[in-house]
């Protein structure tokens, strides 16, 4: 069956970095698009970021442009989100998921948890 498991978060000061991974298995990874979506008390539900099957970033949220790369390896089946300029408003539970919007496929992994405060 389909399985994502992400890793890579933390506490992190403001300015700080992450990489967040996700590995992916039970299905074939390189045929879809995959993205990282975030929740927090604050915010709800929201699709930080997604890259094409073939690698390509499709989107950005305006508030992580210029901050923030996703990339995948599909040799490996992992998907990646480098966090640069962490925020104390990017503390939240991430979660890689399958396709380019938050509700393409009921797909979700457990998330790992990302805190930015100093």
């Known amino acids: 069956q389909v399985r994502l498991v992400e890793s890579g978060g933390g506490s992190a000061q403001p300015g700080g970095s992450l990489r967040l991974s996700c590995e992916a298995s039970g299905f074939t990874f390189s045929t879809y698009d995959m993205s990282w979506a975030r929740q927090s008390p604050e915010k709800g539900l929201e699709l930080v970021a997604s890259i094409s099957d073939d690698g390509s970033p499709t989107y950005y949220a305006e508030v992580v442009k210029g901050r923030f790369t996703i990339s995948r390896d599909n040799a490996k089946n992992a998907l990646y989100l480098q966090m640069d300029g962490l925020k104390p408003e990017d503390t939240a539970l991430y979660f890689c998921?399958?396709?380019?919007?938050?509700?393409?496929?009921?797909?979700w992994g457990q998330g790992t948890q990302v805190t930015v405060s100093s």
């Open positions: 998921i399958m396709g380019s919007g938050l509700y393409e496929y009921d797909n």
